[in-house]
C-alpha cells in the first residue's frame, strides 16, 4: 500500500517552529538529515516537539480511534511532519467532547527526550548523521528502513486520505525512524564512551525493535544485541560447533542469490580463462562443503574437444570441536564420485591452516604444465584483522604464479577505524540484505529463513560488538581492493558477459530477480538489492611487467 499525501492549497508549508520558525525549510542545512531521507522536511529545533506529538497521537489512536479523519479534515502536506502532527491534533482536540479525551491528549514525554535519570539530553537525536553516500545511495540506504509499501517522494498527490490503510502505515514508518535514531544515538553514546546513556537509549531501542515486524524489525534486534555485548563486555566467541555454521552457511546458501553469485561468477570466469588448458588447478582459499566445484566439473566435463584434467587443492580452517576432523577429505570424497561419475580426471588436496598467512606455497606443488586459478570467496576480508597479513597472502599469490585469481568480496566498508561510521554503514548494507531476503521466495520454509539471518547476524555481531584481532568481518568496497591489488603488483581481468548473463538468469530463481540486480563496474560484476551493491566479483592477473621476474 502506498501512502497518499493530500495538502491545501492555501496552506502555509515548511515553516520552522522554536527558534528557526521565522525560516523556511527550503533551508536544507536546518533540515534533520535522517527524516529528510525519508521524504519528511523536519527542523532540527522541532524535533522534541515532533517525538512528543508523535507519541501523543499514537496514545489517541490506540485508546480513542480517530475514524472522522477520513471525511472531515484537510490535511497538510505529511512531508512537513511538524505541521502535518500539529494539524491533526488540533482536529482531535476539536473533534473531542468528552473530558476524557482532553486528559488522553495530554503531552507524554519521548522516551528519547531529555530525562533526568538517564541523560538522554546528552545526545540530541538531530546530531546523529549518516555517512556520507552518493545522491543513490543515500536514497537507497533511508529506503530500506521502510515497509514495503514505501513510497516515493515524487509521487503525485491524491485526493483523498483513508484512515484505514494510509495512517498505520505513517505511524509504522515515524517508529521505524524513532529506532533508527534510537539505534545510531545509542552507537554515539559508545564511540565517546558514555556508558550510562548507551545502556537508556539500547533499553528503548531493543523495545522499539521488539514492536517492530517485518525485516527491519529483525536486523534491528541483532544490532540492539550486538551493541548489549559491546557496552556489557561480553564478547563472543566463535561457536565450537564448526557443524552449526556450516549449518547456518547451507541454509544462506540455499536461501539466497549472494552466494551462488559468487560461484557462478567465478567459476565462468576460471572455465573461460583455461579454454584451452589440458590440466585445470584451482586453490581455493575456503573449502567448506565444496559446494562451488560440481558446477565447475560438470562444465569442464562437457567442453569441446574433451575435458582437461581437475586438479583442487581446498584450504580450510581447523574445526574447532573436531581437531582431528577430517572434513576436508570427506567433501574431496564426494566430489571424487562426482567425478567418476561424470568421466573427468580428478586430483584433491587439502590443507588445515589456521590463517590464510600460514599457506607455504611450496606445498601446493604446482606443476609447469598446468593452467593454475586461485579462488577466494568472501575470505580476503578476514586477514585484515592482523596487520600485515594481507600482503603477505598477496606476495603467496604471486609466488605461486596464477593465470588468474577469481575474488568475491561484500561491497561494503566495515573496516574503518571510527566506530559511529562502521556502526552506521553496516546498519544499511545488512538492512538491505535482510529486506532481500525478506523478498526472496527461495527460502524453503520459515526455519531456512531463520538461520539465514541468524547467518547474517553473526556478521552483526563481529562487526559491532568486537575489536582487535577478534574483528574479521573487515568488509571492504571493490575500490579499496583495487587499491590493494594494483599495489600488490596485479592488473584486473575483464569479466567476460556469459557471466553476467548466467547471473542474470540466476535470479529468475530468487523472486522472479524482483528487486535484486546484476550491474558491470569496469569489469567487475556487483549483485544488489535495489540499487545498493551488496557483493563485487573481481578477476585479476600478474600484471605483464611482474610475469618475467616473479
Known amino acids: 500500500m502506498k501512502r497518499e499525501r493530500v495538502e491545501d492549497a492555501s496552506a502555509v508549508k515548511g515553516e520552522c517552529s522554536g527558534t528557526g520558525k521565522g525560516k523556511m525549510f527550503e533551508e536544507e542545512e536546518h533540515e534533520d538529515k535522517l527524516l529528510a531521507g525519508v521524504g519528511y522536511k523536519v527542523c532540527s529545533s522541532d524535533m522534541a516537539d515532533v517525538a512528543q506529538k508523535l507519541e501523543q497521537l499514537e496514545m489517541v489512536m490506540e485508546e480513542d480511534g480517530i475514524p472522522y479523519l477520513a471525511t472531515d479534515t484537510v490535511h497538510y502536506d505529511p512531508t512537513d511532519l511538524h505541521g502535518w502532527v500539529k494539524n491533526i491534533l488540533t482536529e482531535i482536540n476539536n473533534n473531542n467532547d468528552a473530558p476524557n479525551h482532553t486528559t488522553s491528549n495530554a503531552l507524554v514525554p519521548s522516551p528519547l527526550i531529555a530525562d533526568s535519570e538517564n541523560d538522554l539530553g546528552a545526545i540530541p537525536l538531530p546530531y546523529i548523521e549518516a555517512c556520507p553516500q552518493t545522491e543513490n545511495q543515500n536514497q537507497n540506504r533511508y529506503k530500506r528502513f521502510k515497509s514495503s509499501s514505501s513510497f516515493s517522494s515524487s509521487s503525485p498527490l491524491s485526493p483523498a486520505i483513508s484512515s484505514e490503510n494510509t495512517l498505520p502505515v505513517v505511524l509504522v514508518e515515524e517508529a521505524?525512524?524513532?529506532?533508527?535514531?534510537?539505534?545510531?544515538?545509542?552507537?554515539?553514546?559508545?564511540?565517546?564512551?558514555?556508558?550510562?546513556?548507551?545502556?537508556?537509549?539500547?533499553?528503548?531501542?531493543?523495545?522499539?525493535?521488539?514492536?517492530?515486524?517485518?525485516?527491519?524489525?529483525?536486523?534491528a534486534s541483532f544490532f540492539a544485541q550486538a551493541l548489549a555485548r559491546r557496552i556489557y563486555g561480553f564478547y563472543p566467541q566463535e561457536t565450537l560447533d564448526s557443524s552449526y555454521s556450516d549449518m547456518l552457511h547451507m541454509h544462506f546458501y540455499e536461501s539466497s542469490p549472494y552466494l551462488k553469485f559468487a560461484h557462478f561468477t567465478a567459476n565462468q570466469t576460471i572455465l573461460e580463462a583455461s579454454a584451452a588448458a589440458e590440466t585445470v588447478h584451482v586453490v581455493d582459499f575456503g573449502l567448506r562443503q565444496g559446494l562451488q566445484w560440481p558446477a565447475l566439473m560438470q562444465a569442464l566435463a562437457v567442453r569441446p574437444g574433451g575435458p582437461p584434467a581437475f586438479r583442487l587443492t581446498g584450504i580450510?580452517?581447523?574445526?574447532?570441536?573436531?581437531?582431528?576432523?577430517?572434513?576436508?577429505?570427506?567433501?574431496?570424497?564426494?566430489?571424487?564420485?562426482?567425478?567418476?561419475?561424470?568421466?573427468?580426471?580428478?586430483?584433491?588436496?587439502?590443507?588445515?591452516?589456521?590463517?590464510?598467512?600460514?599457506?607455504?606455497?611450496?606445498?601446493?606443488?604446482?606443476?609447469?604444465?598446468e593452467f593454475v586459478a586461485v579462488n577466494s570467496i568472501f575470505e580476503l576480508h578476514r586477514l585484515l584483522a592482523r596487520p600485515g597479513e594481507i600482503g603477505k597472502v598477496l606476495a603467496t599469490i604471486k609466488r605461486i604464479k596464477p593465470e588468474i585469481v577469481t575474488v568475491v568480496e561484500q561491497e561494503a566498508n566495515h573496516n574503518g577505524?571510527?566506530?559511529?561510521d562502521r556502526f552506521t554503514e553496516a546498519l544499511y548494507y545488512y538492512s538491505s540484505l535482510f529486506d532481500s531476503l525478506e523478498g526472496s521466495v527461495a527460502a524453503p520454509s520459515e526455519e531456512a529463513l531463520a538461520m539465514s539471518e541468524l547467518y547474517l547476524g553473526r556478521q552483526i555481531c563481529n562487526v559491532v560488538a568486537c575489536e582487535g584481532e577478534e574483528r574479521v568481518e573487515r568488509h571492504e568496497t571493490l575500490g579499496q581492493w583495487r587499491g590493494r591489488f594494483g599495489s600488490a603488483g596485479f592488473e584486473p581481468v575483464r569479466l567476460g558477459s556469459n557471466a553476467f548473463r548466467q547471473a542474470r538468469m540466476l535470479l529468475g530463481l530468487f523472486a522472479d530477480g524482483e528487486g535484486y540486480r546484476v550491474e558491470e563496474n569496469n569489469g567487475c560484476l556487483m549483485l544488489g538489492w535495489h540499487t545498493?551493491?551488496?557483493?563485487?566479483?573481481?578477476a585479476w592477473r600478474l600484471a605483464v611487467s611482474l610475469t618475467h621476474w616473479v
Open 176 to 219: 521505524g525512524v524513532h529506532l533508527v535514531h534510537a539505534l545510531m544515538a545509542c552507537a554515539e553514546a559508545v564511540q565517546f564512551g558514555n556508558a550510562s546513556l548507551a545502556e537508556a537509549l539500547l533499553k528503548h531501542a531493543g523495545t522499539l525493535a521488539a514492536s517492530q515486524g517485518g525485516s527491519m524489525g529483525k536486523v
Open 532 to 538: 545498493r551493491p551488496l557483493v563485487a566479483t573481481s
Open 417 to 420: 577505524p571510527v566506530f559511529r
Open 316 to 369: 580450510g580452517p581447523p574445526r574447532l570441536d573436531d581437531a582431528d576432523s577430517d572434513a576436508l577429505s570427506q567433501v574431496g570424497l564426494k566430489l571424487a564420485e562426482l567425478a567418476r561419475t561424470i568421466k573427468i580426471q580428478f586430483e584433491f588436496r587439502g590443507f588445515v591452516c589456521n590463517s590464510l598467512a600460514d599457506l607455504d606455497p611450496t606445498a601446493l606443488e604446482i606443476r609447469p604444465e
